[in-house]
C-alpha cells in the first residue's frame, strides 16, 4: 500500500468514525436554531471569560496570594468554581443538563490520575468544575490559543519532553493535586472505539498514583464532537451529561509487573470499567 493509499485509507476510516448521516431530522427548527446561537455564545463567553482570568483575575492573585504552590492552588478552585457557573450558565440557557450522582465525592479526590471517556469539547470543564484542585495534560497548541493565560500557569503541556514531563506530574501530584487525563487522546467517535494509549498508565505507574475512573455518558453529543460543525448543535433536544464516579484502580495491583506489561494490562482495565459503564447506564460500547 501506497502512502497516499493510507491517508486515503484514514481519511475513509475518519469518515466512518465520526460520521453523522444517521442522525434524525431537525423537527422543530425555531428550538434548533435557537440551540446553535446559545451555544455560539457560551463559546464567546467561555473565551471571553479565560481572557479575563488570564490578563485580570490571575495577575491580582499573583500579588495577594504566595508562595507559587498555594497561588496554584487557590488559582485552580478559581477555574473550578467559574466552570461550575459555566455549566450553571448551560443548564439556565436550556443548552445542556447534567446529572451527577457523587458530586460531592468529586471534591474528596486527592492524589489521584482521573482517566474518563471523551465525548464532547467540554468534557474537561465538566470535571475541572467537579475537583477543585485539578491539574490535567492539555495539547500543546492549546497553550498558544486564546487559553495559553491560564493553561501555562496551571497545567502541563504534553509537548514537554516524557522526563520533564512525568516530574512536573509527580511534583503536582505529591502537593494532593489530582491529575485527568483522557486515555483515547482524541474525542470517542460517534461510531466504533479508541484504543486507548497507554500514557496515563505508565504516568500512573511512575507517580505510584491511583487510578479514578469516570465515565460521561448521556444524550448524543453532536456539535460538541470532533469535527462536528461549528454552528450545529443537538438534534435530540438539549445535551445531557451523566457523569459517574467508578470504582478506583488501585496501582499497588499493578506495580510488582514489568513497566510495559503493567502498563498494557492497567490501560486494559480502565478501558473495561468504563466501558462496562457505557453499557449499563446508556447502553453503549466506547
Given at each position: 500500500?501506497t ?6 485509507t484514514?481519511?475513509?476510516?475518519d469518515?466512518?468514525?465520526y ?10 427548527r425555531a428550538?434548533y ?8 455564545f ?5 473565551g471571553?471569560?479565560s481572557?479575563?482570568?488570564a490578563?485580570?483575575v490571575?495577575?491580582v ?5 504566595h508562595?507559587?504552590?498555594?497561588f496554584q492552588?487557590?488559582?485552580r478552585?478559581?477555574?473550578s468554581?467559574?466552570?461550575?457557573f459555566?455549566m450553571?450558565m448551560m443548564?439556565?440557557m436550556?443548552?445542556?443538563?447534567f446529572?451527577?450522582p ?17 465525548p ?5 470543564v ?5 475537583i477543585p484542585n485539578?491539574d ?11 487559553y495559553?493565560?491560564?493553561?501555562r500557569?496551571?497545567y502541563?503541556v504534553?509537548?514537554?519532553g ?5 516530574d512536573?506530574c ?5 502537593k ?5 487525563i483522557f ?6 467517535p ?8 497507554k500514557g496515563?498508565?505508565r504516568?500512573a505507574?511512575?507517580t ?8 460521561i455518558?448521556g444524550?448524543?453529543?453532536?456539535g460538541?464532537?470532533k469535527?462536528d460543525?461549528?454552528f450545529s448543535?443537538?438534534r435530540?433536544?438539549?445535551?445531557h ?5 467508578l470504582?478506583?484502580?488501585s496501582?499497588a ?6 513497566p510495559q506489561i503493567?502498563a498494557k494490562?492497567l ?10 459503564a457505557a453499557?449499563?447506564?446508556d447502553?453503549?460500547i466506547?
Open positions: 500500500m502512502d497516499n493509499e493510507e491517508h486515503l484514514g481519511c475513509e476510516t469518515a466512518y468514525r460520521d453523522h448521516s444517521d442522525l434524525p431530522k431537525v423537527k422543530n428550538t436554531v435557537y440551540g446553535c446561537l446559545a451555544k455560539l457560551l463559546y464567546f463567553f467561555f471571553s471569560g481572557v479575563v482570568l490578563i485580570v490571575f495577575p492573585l499573583k500579588i495577594c496570594v508562595p507559587k504552590d498555594r492552588k487557590t488559582a478552585a478559581v477555574v468554581h467559574t466552570f461550575r459555566f450553571g443548564s439556565v436550556g443548552v445542556a443538563g446529572t451527577i457523587d458530586r460531592r465525592e468529586f471534591r474528596n479526590f486527592k492524589s489521584r490520575i482521573v482517566v474518563a471517556n471523551h464532547s469539547m467540554i468534557d474537561v465538566c470535571l475541572i468544575s467537579l485539578a490535567c495534560i492539555v495539547r500543546g497548541s492549546l497553550a498558544n490559543s486564546v495559553a493565560g491560564v493553561i500557569q496551571l502541563i504534553n509537548s514537554l516524557y522526563d520533564e514531563m512525568i512536573l509527580r511534583k503536582s501530584l505529591a494532593g493535586t489530582n491529575l485527568i486515555p483515547e487522546g482524541t474525542r470517542t460517534r461510531h466504533g472505539v479508541n484504543q486507548y494509549k496515563a498508565a504516568i505507574i511512575d505510584h498514583c491511583d487510578v479514578q475512573p469516570v465515565y455518558g444524550t448524543d453529543k453532536y460538541l464532537g469535527y460543525s461549528f448543535y443537538s435530540r433536544g438539549k445535551y451529561y451523566h457523569i459517574l464516579k470504582p478506583v484502580i496501582i495491583d499493578y506495580e510488582a509487573l514489568e503493567a494490562r490501560t486494559d482495565k480502565m478501558h473495561e470499567v468504563i466501558a462496562e453499557v449499563k447506564t447502553g453503549k466506547v
